[in-house]
């Protein structure tokens, strides 16, 4: 019922930049917190960045400073700003939403198909 397309990933080099954009589409009827997690090879997933519909934001303690999360919630979509992308940024990065597709159904959380970002010279 409900989909999240991420885009934005790509191939950079140390010290550079990416935005990634992820948008939900499908039968929504609210969205609470969206976050982005990142997996490396042989690692744990770990969350990157969160933020809530109110706009209060979390981040990984090594991103901070280099990535932001924001949101748009009139096209249900949230964005991570990478900045000063460092070789250990390298990672597939995957978009969630904790979503309600109608007043009375619980919240599900949804995952994007996720998107490689590399980080290599």
């Known amino acids: 019922q409900v989909q999240l397309v991420e885009s934005g990933g790509g191939l950079v080099q140390p010290g550079g930049s990416l935005r990634l954009s992820c948008v939900a589409s499908?039968?929504?009827?609210?969205?609470?917190?969206m976050g982005w997690y990142r997996q490396a090879p042989g690692k744990q997933r770990e969350l990157v960045a969160g933020?809530?519909?109110?706009?209060?934001?979390n981040y990984l303690d090594s991103v901070k400073g280099r990535f932001t999360i924001s949101r748009d919630n009139a096209k249900n979509t949230v964005y991570l700003g990478m900045n000063g992308l460092k070789s250990e940024d390298t990672a597939v990065y995957s978009c969630?939403?904790?979503?309600?597709?109608?007043?009375?159904?619980?919240?599900?959380?949804?995952w994007g198909q996720g998107t490689q970002v590399t980080v290599s010279s």
């Open positions: 969630n939403a904790e979503i309600a597709s109608a007043l009375r159904d619980a919240i599900s959380v949804y």
């Open positions: 499908g039968r929504i009827f609210s969205i609470n917190r």
């Open positions: 933020i809530t519909s109110g706009g209060s934001t």
